[in-house]
Structure formats: C-alpha cells, structure tokens
C-alpha cells in the first residue's frame, strides 16, 4: 500500500494540475468521487483522517423517508428520500434491508396544534404525535412509493393486540402503529466499496486518506502524507468542501471566512441485553419521549443499538457523548419499555457523530432542515478556483447529493454527463441474488467451489456481498474472533488503505462497534496487520493502545 501511495504522490508532484480536488473522505464526498470518475472526469479525494471517520461512520444506520420531516413542510426532502432508499435497496442489496418499524402510540389526536404549528413554520418544539397524525404521514408514505414499492404499506395495531406481540412495551399505548424503511448494515464499508468502484473504471481518480491540508497559496493547496511522511502540493481547477461539520474550519485554512456550519450531535448506544433484544424483536421501535425527541432502538447483529441525542456542538473536535446523554436515552427507553432494566455494564459501545446541518440561528434543533445544499465561493484574486461547499444532507440521499454536486462542476467544467448512477449497484451489490431461494443458490455454489461450509459463506455474503469470493483465502479462524479468518483480515489490511488497526476494527470491520474489541483480539488483529504492513513489535503494541483510545474517545464524564 506504501507503494501505492508514494506512486500517487509521485505523480502528483510531476503534474500538480487536477480538474477536481474533493476535500473530505465521508459518503457525501466519497459519493461524488464515484460520480465524477464515472462520468471520465479525473479527481483527487483526500481526508486529514481516516475515510468515514466523522459522522458517516457514527450514524443510526437508518435509510429512511424522514416521516418526522413533514411537520417541518420538507415535503420534496421526504420524497426524495424515499426514492434513494429503494435505490439504495436495489443497488445496495447486500447491506441495505427493509427494516419493519413500529411506533407507539399514546394518544388518538395528540400533536394536531403543535404539528399544525410547525407546518406553519412556527419555531415550537414538536410534542406528542398521536394515532391521526401518524396515519397522515404514512399514508403519504405509502402514496409517494406506489410506483415502486420495495416495501410493504404500513398498517394500524389496536392496543391488545399490540401488547401481544411486545409485550414489554408501555401499557398507556393506545395502539401502534408499523411501517417499513430500511437500515445499513456496513455503512463504512459501502463506502470503501465505492471509492474502490470510482478508481476501478477511472485509474487517474485517487482517493488518500491520512492526508492533512496544511495551507492554501495562491492556485496551490499543500498536503502533507502521514504514511510517507512526504509533503506535495496541487493546483485544482475546482475544490469541493465536503468536510462536513468541519466545513467552515477547512475553510478558513483556504483563507476563506464563513459560518455555514450549526452542527448538532447524535450519541448512540450499543446494548448487549437479552431482555431489551427479546422485548424489542425483530423491528425498529421508533418513539418518542416527553420532550418531543424522537428515538429508536432495534437490533443489530446480536446486540440492540438505541439513540440519539440532538446537541448543538461549535467544535466538532471534542464532540462526545457525556454520561448526562448516557442516562438521557436510557430515560428515553423507560418510557416505551418500563419492564426493561439497562445497567452500565450492558453498555457494550458508544458513538457520537455530528451533523453538519446549516447555521440556523434556533435552539429547537428538531426542525432544523435535514436537506442539502451547495454554497459557492467564486474565484476571487487569492483563491483563483470556486470552491462547493456541501451542507447538510444525510446517509439516506448521498447519491442524489452527489448527483447535484457533479452535475454543478460538470456543467463549470464544460463536460456532459456520461451516465447515471441511479441504477447502479456498488461492490458487493453488484449482481447480488434476489430473495431467500436466490441467496441459498449463490451460498450452495460458492460452498461446493471453495470447500466452505455454507454456515461460512453465508456470513461472507453478508459481509462482503458478491465479492465474498474473494475474502475465502486463508480461512484459518482467529483464536479471538472465530467467525473472521487470517486471509480475510489480511486481504482488508492488503487492499483497502489500511494505515492504522483502528481503521480495521472501526472502519472495515464491526468488530469495533458491537464491543468485540477485548485485547486479546486486538492483539492478534495487530499481528495480522502488523505482517501486512511491516509493523515491528512496538508497533503493534501502540496501534493497540491508539485503538483503545478511539474506542473510548466517544465518552465522557
């Protein structure tokens, strides 16, 4: 990988001059990089850190509609967003599944005055949302999908039968209402699949991450490369900002002044509990507490993943979920299952992410735009290019984000749009099988070529889709962590920009986010790495110390 990289910045150094420079490796410049290179135009992307280590990474992992968004009026938000989710669904299908949901429900008419308020566009908080004014929202749900249901139509549940199908939850409901979305289930590795997918059909597009701006002169932006250690420098004919909450603070090392950026942060916990996994089942519980605040809790991959909070933050640096978020979304849980008893111990992770939602100037961050938009700074004496500025947006619609942007530097660089990438799937997805009986099929073939079990195949496709096949090298499981191999690790820490173990455990991987980082794995996974990448033994020793240090990062007291 070393080499790789010193070839790139090698060819950098010997031609500076790139049509596109994308500053930020999460999925809203990672979605771009993918656009720009299908469409033949050449760009770098580069990330002071790790790609997908900001709030890409620290997200619900919902690919939703927004149902909320239509008290705010975001109407087109909403659509839109639906329509990326069944595309997302399609072209996505080896990490994007329908996500059957269920709401709680405590009142028949509850929140028509204060949801009628905000339609209205007055700044109240939002209260309690009751059966009449859920239903309207999930029939227009259901009305906006009707061309292309990926999912089925929501339906009403009286409150006995309710109570029968979850039994833990809150015996005040009046009813409950179910409806479908979608989550994610390997959100950083999508887009590690993308940015491999952009340099595969355009070879002069390169992504690096580790690459930190140091100054801006004049046509020349310099980086410094924290693998090599070498410094270089570009001359872009366009920049695109897509740093998200750090938008405004790369900005000013570009010598540009602005205030584009309210963000909020969103803590999320992870919860290893029977009790709370049995009583949530196999659905999201999307409710909401006293204070308006809408949460969820599902299960994701053994354990159960609750949040979030929705904090104004100034400096997305030392954002991180304190122990008074902590015992907020516990709170929050009580509400809906009262039976349901979290101790501190079951708390397995902590993640906090920020959204880089525009400046806004309120306090009620609820309604707050979940949209997107662009902010072009045009070229002026000292800053000889335009530079985008992306703003807001949400896991949900990263394509038609990234449409928008490319079609903006397209149309500025004089180039026509080759193709569309609504249609197209990514990585793993590509010709992954339909339903049950096409999975089994695929699993059963790969089983009798590879030797593998068919237990093993099946947690490959899960992993990895369609390109399962060609992590099977090497199957000698870890003594740490069984259902991961030596060639699988190996071939992650070999082929996609690994530089740190942290990038492994919290970003290639979920070892790091359902609390199997213990250290005896991360031990071994240095050893692992280490050989890859020529790691000596000290190291390896502090690779493992950095990793548990980001793992703890998120907390606070």
Known sequence: MTHERSTVIRTL?????????????GVNGIGLFRELALQGVDCLLVDKADFVSGASSKSSRMIHGGLRYLETREVKLVRESLRERNRLLENAAHYVTPLKTTIPLFSWLGGMIRSTLLFLGFRVRPGDRGVLITRIGLVFYDFVTRKNRRTPKHYLTSKARSLERLP?????????????DACISEAERLCIEMIRDAEAVNPRCHALNYVPMERA????ITFTDEVTGRQFTVEPQIVVNATGAWVDLTNAVLGLKTHFIGGTKGSHLVVDNKELHNAVGDQMVYYQHVDGRVCIVFTFMGKTIMGSTDIPVDDPETAACDEAEIGYMLTTLRGVFPGVTIRREDIV????????????????????????SIRTIEPEAEQPFPVYCLIGGKWTTFRAFAELVADRVLARLGIERRTSTEHTPIGGGRDFPEGEEGKARWVERVAQESGLSVERVSTLLARYGTDAEAYAA?????????????????????????????????????IGILGRATAPALEELAGIVGKVLGWDQATREREVRLTLAELAAPTRP
Do not use: M
């Not at 150094?13 to 500053?23: C, G, K, N, R, W």
């Open 349 to 372: 992770h902590v993640f906090c992410g920020v959204r880089p939602l525009p400046a806004s100037g309120t306090e009620v961050t609820a309604i707050i735009s979940r949209g997107h």
């Open 13 to 25: 150094a010997e031609q500076p001059q790139i049509p596109v420079l994308i500053l930020g490796g």
């Open 168 to 180: 833990g939850l809150n015996p005040k409901i009046v009813a409950t209402a179910t409806y479908w």
């Open 217 to 220: 002169a004049g046509r020349t």
């Open 474 to 510: 090497g199957e000698t499981p870890l003594k740490s962590l069984p259902d991961y191999s030596v060639g699988e690790i190996e071939r992650i820490a070999a082929a996609e920009q690994v530089v740190h173990l942290a990038d492994v455990v919290c970003r290639r991987t979920l």
